[in-house]
């Protein structure tokens, strides 16, 4: 929680340093890891810019953090998934991590983005802590 109300704080002054479509290394950890200031704000239909990076950053604060901080190593052979239907996900590792996605909000590590099919996170060992509405 506390990196995400920094990221959210700061965005204004994060946007400011985005080149090239993303933070410098030094700053990587505040951003998305899987999606650059101009492809996630695309897939949203924003227009990229200062504006859809400093929504960007609200929209997703911390998100390096999640993964590369908090995040848990993912191994397939880890989890079990208990419940996959549309409203509901639920699933958990055999040393205590869990994935929770439901209709009103999604807790946990965010387990369900590899654990439903193979997708662009597979290239990564680590599953990012999540909660959100």
Request: with cysteine; net charge positive.
């Amino acid at each position: 929680m506390f990196f995400a109300v920094l990221t959210i704080i700061l965005s204004p002054v994060l946007a400011l340093f985005v080149r090239n479509n993303n933070l410098p290394k030094y700053l990587y950890w505040f951003q998305t890891f899987d999606n650059d200031f101009v492809t996630g704000p695309v897939s949203m239909g924003w227009t990229p810019g200062y504006v859809s990076s400093v929504r960007w950053l609200i929209r997703n604060p911390a998100y390096g953090f999640d993964m590369f901080l908090l995040g848990c190593p993912f191994a397939l052979a880890d989890w079990k998934v208990v419940k996959d239907t549309p409203n509901c996900f639920f699933a958990y590792s055999r040393w205590g991590a869990f994935s929770y996605k439901g209709t009103w909000f999604k807790w946990g590590w965010k387990a369900w983005a590899r654990l439903q099919g193979p997708g662009a996170w597979d290239k990564f060992d680590k599953v990012p802590i999540t909660f959100v509405r």
